[in-house]
Structures are given as structure tokens and as C-alpha cells.
């Protein structure tokens, strides 16, 4: 609001629309200011034709694997672990972040994760190399049947670690840029 209140008049409703309507930015941002001076115009009982802005859906940029690997091989183990476990599974952050080690069958190596987003339930298999690095990474830590195989982490806290290796890998390699 603090934007919009530093460029138009927020009392006229007109004055914002204009504005949104004529800035220089991506369709996303256009539509997330208006629906927070939507909230604004509810709350002070302004009327408003609030402009419909629609916001195409783009694919993620996948990394090749080998580019994947570098990373695992740069990380920590708790790091490379967690990533080579999304790599094989496709796993959502969440979900690698929620693991318990009695959602690991060891002996099988297949995960069964608890998912996210009301999900359907599914087995996923672990590639070997993988789940070596899972068996390392359980026996350097005292892990009950109970706890989350990567401790306090989320899934931030996982992006987190992971945006700082990658750039440290980009850096060292000059492989890919490494842009968030």
C-alpha cells in the first residue's frame, strides 16, 4: 500500500487504477497490488472496478543432472543427502524436509513420503548411490524411528542452503549462471 500511497491517491479509486494500469510491470505484480488495494477499498467502503490482470504459467527451469550432481558433490552430506533425494523422487521440499527415517525402507530403498498438498500416497525409489549417501548420513547421526531425517530443517531453510551452493558451485565452475 505504501507503494500505490506514494504514487496516486488512494482515496480515488480511479487515480490507483489508472496507476496499476499504466506501470511498467509484470502482470503478477499488477494483479497483487490490486488485490491489496482491493482489501484497502473493502475495508474503507470504496467502490472500485478493480482491473483483471491474468498471469501465464511458465515451466520451471530444470538443471541438467550432471549439473545436479555438482552440487551433491559440493554440499555437505546433509545437504547433498536432501538433494539427491529430490533429485531420484521429485520429491517437493516439504516433503523431503518432513521425512522420517520410517518413511525409508533401507533395505528396499524406496521412500514413502507423507505428501504434501493432499497428495496421493506413492512409493518412490531411491537410486543406489543415493541411498549410500542416506545410509553415511544415518549412521554420523543419532536418528529415531520418529524424527525427521534433516533435524529443524524446512523446506526455506532448504532452499536456503541449497541457492548458496549452487552459487558456489557456479562461481568456482562458471558453469550456469547463477541468478535466483
Known sequence: MTFLAQHCSLDVPE????????LERKEGYK??????YNHYAQTLG???????FFVSNKLPKIPLEAKIDMIVAD?????????????????????VMNLTLKDID???????PQTAKHGSARVLKLKDTTLNMLNRYIASRNIGLNDKLFGSWNSD????????????VANKTGTWQSKE
Do not use: H, Q
Open 157 to 168: 531453510t532448504y532452499g536456503k542452503w541449497f541457492r548458496a551452493v549452487r552459487n558456489r
Open 75 to 95: 554440499a555437505s552430506l546433509k545437504l547433498g543427502t536432501a538433494v539427491s533425494i529430490s533429485k531420484d523422487t521429485g520429491m517437493r521440499p516439504i516433503e
Open 31 to 36: 494483479k497483487n497490488l490490486c488485490v491489496a
Open 106 to 112: 533401507l533395505n528396499n530403498g524406496v521412500a514413502y
Open 15 to 22: 487515480s490507483v487504477r489508472y496507476f496499476i494500469a499504466t
Open 46 to 52: 470504496l467502490s472500485w472496478n478493480r482491473p483483471r
